[in-house]
Every structure is written in C-alpha cells, then in structure tokens.
C-alpha cells in the first residue's frame, strides 16, 4: 500500500531502548504503521521519530478517508497500559501516536 499510495516514510529513528516484550513491540508497531499506511493521503508523508523521551508515529490524515472500527488502536492502548507505559494521542490535521520510552524511577 505504500507503493500504491505513493507514501513516503521519514525514519529519524536511531538505537533506543523500550523495555517491553518483543512480541507486545512488533504488535503495537504493526498496528501503529498499518494506520498511519491506511490513514495517510495520497503522495502524503509518514514521520518516525523520538522526541523528549517519546517515540512517535504521526500523519497527516485524509479527510475523505472513512474511519475504520478502531480496533488497531484498541489493541495498542491495551498493550500498554499492560506494560504501564505512558502514551498520548493528538488528533487533529496531523495524527500523532506518542510513546514515552524512558521511564524514570526515583
């Protein structure tokens, strides 16, 4: 669909450490990207980065793109909140998924 679309994905992701099981990661990564994928409009733009001690995915969404059953993003808040990670989410022209990755004990 990337192809298809004609998408372009900006990787600013260098090495960072999220402790969370591998299996929780691909699944919440999957779901976020096939999102962002779906979501995006045509010859649009997907960013992956860290910023602040958060890891992100963020879109500009097509308005005429219908809404699916949020099913995706369903399963990531759940995963996380397992993992007692903090998230947010911003909606609005852009779509931002923000995971915070370091977490600090004091």
């Known amino acids: 669909m990337i192809h298809q679309k004609?998408?372009?994905?900006?990787?600013?992701?260098?090495?960072?450490?999220?402790?969370?099981?591998?299996?929780?990661?691909?699944?919440?990564?999957?779901?976020?990207?096939?999102?962002?994928?779906?979501?995006?409009?045509?010859?649009g733009m997907i960013q992956i980065g860290i910023e602040q001690d958060y890891f992100y995915i963020q879109n500009k969404q097509d308005p005429t793109q219908p809404k699916g059953n949020g099913l995706g993003l369903y399963i990531v808040r759940n995963l996380l909140d397992n993992y007692k990670m903090k998230y947010e989410v911003i909606e609005g022209e852009d779509f931002i998924f923000k995971i915070q990755f370091k977490q600090y004990v004091f």
């Not at 990787?11 to 779901?31: F, P, R």
């Open 6 to 43: 004609g998408l372009r994905i900006q990787n600013d992701v260098k090495d960072e450490t999220m402790y969370i099981g591998k299996t929780a990661l691909n699944i919440i990564l999957s779901n976020l990207i096939s999102n962002a994928i779906n979501y995006t409009y045509e010859k």
